[in-house]
């Protein structure tokens, strides 16, 4: 088959999918397969952590609290800090959607989270349940679905439905409390494999059930048509005007160290720079938080029942918290709903350690730590994003915002490299109360730099901001 036939058989293929987009039916079952799929994201990203001890225990044949337990949690937890080094390839994965479509990489991460869950599920060693993680680390963060929803629901409604599906998918993380309820026998670790098995058959189920149901999307499919249907000249032309555009781009683009430059250079921007590290480096507790709980069942504070409760209840918290987060951002300000956000992730933080080391009932525990989650990831989203990008000029902002991002992983890696060092250090049955006195003063620290030295940005007019050297 030449190249001319090729073309022909995508033309005819691509205004078949656009004839798709105006049927009856379809954007209502395409929101529904889109919403399965960012549940399978959800469940994806966090059945590891509801499950780290007993994989720990298992894997390694020891018991939570031994000196050999801690001593497996920080190697294991250093080791697949490594995992994330796979982040370094996903910028040049996610730019393939730009030129083969979104449809296949929405199928693709979908079934690759199923096929991480899998290796993890058959695993009985550690490296190849390091093999499950790289795939999973890989896989999650590629949010096809949210690229979806922006690029098919109407303009009025793109935000609402990223709110309502996202918020959904945050509480749906409680069937895994439900399936750790279920399946997890203490006195057999090895039970973890059972938590994995619902959201790995649904990775697979609604990954296989797009390739029927879900078409590319509009924007994809307008632009690739207006290509594929263009002369020869008139696609070298536009080529031209492309490398052009790109030359043009590339003379007023901003390379990283002079985002850094920029970012340090400026009052606003530092400030933000020091919130965000803080804050980054405050998310460590959310990678332990179920050996926190588990250390108040050791110690009799929590019963195995009262843990279940809690891993059921905070993502429903969580979720309901996120969605009024995003009503503060704009009724409030930027800076003000970042002081709030912030209180709850530090408040939640105190409330849900006290919970795992005195024995609060599980609900008020629970509702602490989705609290308190919720307030962090909002106030990281609204750093990291909003007003960063209130706050650095058109020409330097894009750079600049993913500098700020690239500052935030360095954050992470740290937090995570500290937590793994405290658990073999001061031990797991000690948890709560490290972690908790580690973050809440840096915590403390992050929002009162943001109280005194950054301004607020939500009127600032985008095309011409001010810069405070």
């Not at 499950?51 to 697949?80: H, K, M, Q, W």
């Not at 490296?127 to 999973?136: D, F």
């Not at 919970?355 to 008020?364: A, D, F, K």
């Not at 250090?425 to 973050?439: D, E, H, I, Q, R």
Request: proline letters at 3%; hydrophobic letters at 50%; one cysteine or more.
């Amino acid at each position: 088959m030449d190249k001319k036939e090729k073309e022909l058989r995508e033309i005819k293929r691509l205004e078949k999918d656009s004839a798709f987009h105006s049927h009856k039916y379809y954007f209502p079952i395409l929101i529904l397969v889109l919403t399965i799929v960012y549940i399978v994201d959800e469940l994806a990203s966090n059945v590891r952590g509801a499950v780290d001890s007993f994989t720990i225990c298992d894997l390694f044949n020891t018991t939570f609290g031994t000196p050999e337990y801690d001593r497996a949690s920080g190697i294991l937890g250093l080791v697949t800090t490594g995992c994330y080094l796979i982040y370094l390839v996903a910028p040049f994965y996610k730019s393939l959607a730009d030129k083969f479509g979104r449809r296949i990489f929405l199928i693709i991460n979908t079934i690759g989270m199923g096929v991480g869950m899998l290796v993890s599920i058959i695993s009985h060693n550690i490296p190849l349940y390091l093999v499950g993680c790289v795939i999973m680390t890989f896989f999650t963060p590629n949010d096809m679905q949210v690229i979806y929803i922006m690029e098919c629901a109407p303009k009025e409604h793109r935000a609402k439905l990223c709110s309502i599906t996202k918020g959904i998918a945050l509480i749906s993380v409680s069937l895994l409390g439900l399936f750790v309820k279920l399946f997890v026998n203490r006195e057999n670790p090895g039970t973890w494999r059972s938590v994995y098995i619902i959201p790995t058959a649904l990775a697979f189920i609604i990954g296989i059930a797009a390739i029927y149901l879900v078409r590319e999307t509009p924007v994809f499919t307008q632009k690739r048509l207006g290509f594929l249907k263009k002369t020869e000249a008139e696609r070298e032309e536009e080529l031209k005007a492309e490398k052009l555009a790109d030359i043009e781009k590339a003379d007023k683009s901003v390379s990283v160290m002079g985002a850094f430059k920029f970012i340090f250079k400026n009052r606003q921007t530092r400030a933000i720079a020091i919130v965000a590290l803080l804050l980054a480096f405050s998310t460590g507790y959310t990678g332990k938080y179920q050996n926190m709980i588990e250390s108040g069942v050791a110690k009799g504070a929590i019963t195995p029942e009262g843990s279940d409760i809690i891993l059921m209840f905070y993502p429903l918290i969580n979720g309901i918290f996120t969605l009024l987060g995003g009503f503060l951002t704009d009724s409030l300000g930027r800076k003000k709903s970042a002081l709030i956000l912030g209180g709850w992730a530090a408040a939640g933080l105190a409330v849900f350690a006290i919970g795992c080391s005195t024995g609060l009932s599980p609900y008020i525990t629970g509702f602490a730590y989705g609290f308190s989650i919720a307030g962090l990831w909002s106030i990281s989203d609204m750093i990291y994003f909003v007003i960063t990008s209130e706050s650095t000029p058109t020409e330097m902002r894009a750079s600049v915002v993913g500098t700020m991002q690239l500052l935030g992983m360095v954050g992470t890696g740290l937090n995570m490299v500290f937590n793994n060092v405290v658990t073999m250090v001061a031990g797991s049955m000690n948890l709560p109360v490290v972690l908790t006195a580690s973050y809440l003063p840096l915590m403390a620290i992050a929002l009162i730099i943001m109280m005194l030295k950054v301004r607020e940005t939500k009127d600032v007019d985008l095309d011409n901001i001010q810069i405070d050297l």
